[in-house]
């Protein structure tokens, strides 16, 4: 990080990858963790916010489609509250697919230019599991061409080439990738475990 | 305020008025003011963010319009991005015109299911007044009818019925406004005045 970074402060963990890949659980699963946690296990001075991408959609971007221009316009609204929270001490846990590589290295870009330290977590398990899932309904709604810009079936999902974080959802058990991201977190000292 | 609610911080401090009336300039006089004072003269947990309209438009609500459907999903905006720094114990000061009663009573209730402080500041001066000054040569185009749906000439303003805080920016220096809104955030216990 940068030396002006100070130890414990905001940052923001920024969870990308398709529909049904577990972002959602993901990221609920780590803010529970750190919420219950930092009194307890974890010391950061940070407060904690989850920003969910369906959340976001209605508070924020009710109206936008799924083109990849209102998809930008999106992911540019969650980034810009993120730093808003960040900048202000707070852990920031975003989770939206977030498909286009540029705009994800924009958004880490000016979370750089106000030394808020941005993890990427990039949540994969391979497209036939994820169809096979399905838990929503939608790759089935998508393949039949019912559903319009559908990551992964009709609007590309570009994978993150270096993610501080890479999970397989198909092959851990969510517990495994909660212990990782913390890890992860812990490693880059942005929280501490109790002693 | 409610007897749940922590002392020194997060609290939203609401700036409505006509376009012209003062809000930015008075806005940004009390952030500056906090924001040097905080280490100073006065004491507070918070730290604190300034969202002025203008850049509101910009990183959240670009392509709105200024019908009454548009305004208040910006309203709505501001409001849920006030609340989220505000419940990490960030003071926040807004500065958008929010001509719509309804819209900023919904704001308000809101806020105070969180617990979270709302003041509002009435920024007003006399029409004639905002015409003759007419900073931004907005006024002159929209009597003109060049612009659409403007504050005061072709749209409503609704004033606040029973503001925190009453400014009339007409009547009185942009100190005196500046004391007077620090004063009432003493009185409210928002602030302390150091020692």
Sequence with gaps: MN???????????????????GKSTLS????????????????????????DGDEVRTHLSKGLSFSKADRDTNIRRIGFVSRLLARNGVIVITAAISPYREIRAEVRRLAAAEKIPFVEVYVEAELE?????????LYKKAIAGEIKDFTGISAPYEAPENPEIHIRSDRQEISESVDAILSQLIERELIERKP
Aim: charged share 25%; net charge neutral.
């Design 3 to 21: 030396s002006q970074y100070q130890r414990n402060a905001g940052f923001i963990l920024w969870f990308t990858g398709m529909s049904g890949a």
């Design 129 to 137: 599991v994820l169809i096979d899932r399905d838990t929503k309904g």
């Design 28 to 51: 609920q699963a780590v803010y529970d963790r750190l919420r219950e946690g930092l009194g307890e296990q974890f010391i950061a001075t940070g407060r904690i916010e989850l920003l």
